[in-house]
């Protein structure tokens, strides 16, 4: 079962507070980065890993310059 969270205004957009035993479990702290996915089981939210986001940025590059051949391949 998860945690119930409440949406709080914060300026123009809506933020979630996250407990502070999520934050430490996840070792955040206010004004860090993280990532939200969507996942097959709903969203996930991780700590921002730069080396990760480098990767994710090099892939997508690749699908988008070879987006025709990947295409082939998964026929």
Do not use: C, H
Not at 3 to 27: Q, W
Not at 30 to 47: A, H, N, R, W
Not at 51 to 56: I, W
Not at 61 to 75: G, H, P, T
């Amino acid at each position: 079962m998860g945690i119930p969270l409440k949406l709080t205004k914060v300026g123009n957009s809506t933020g979630v507070v996250l407990p502070k035993e999520v934050l430490a479990r996840l070792k955040l702290a206010k004004g860090d980065v993280v990532y939200l996915t969507e996942t097959s089981e709903g969203y996930q939210i991780t700590p921002y890993d730069e080396r990760f986001a480098r990767q994710v940025e090099a892939a997508e590059d690749f699908m988008r310059e070879y987006r025709d051949v990947l295409r082939e391949l998964a026929k």
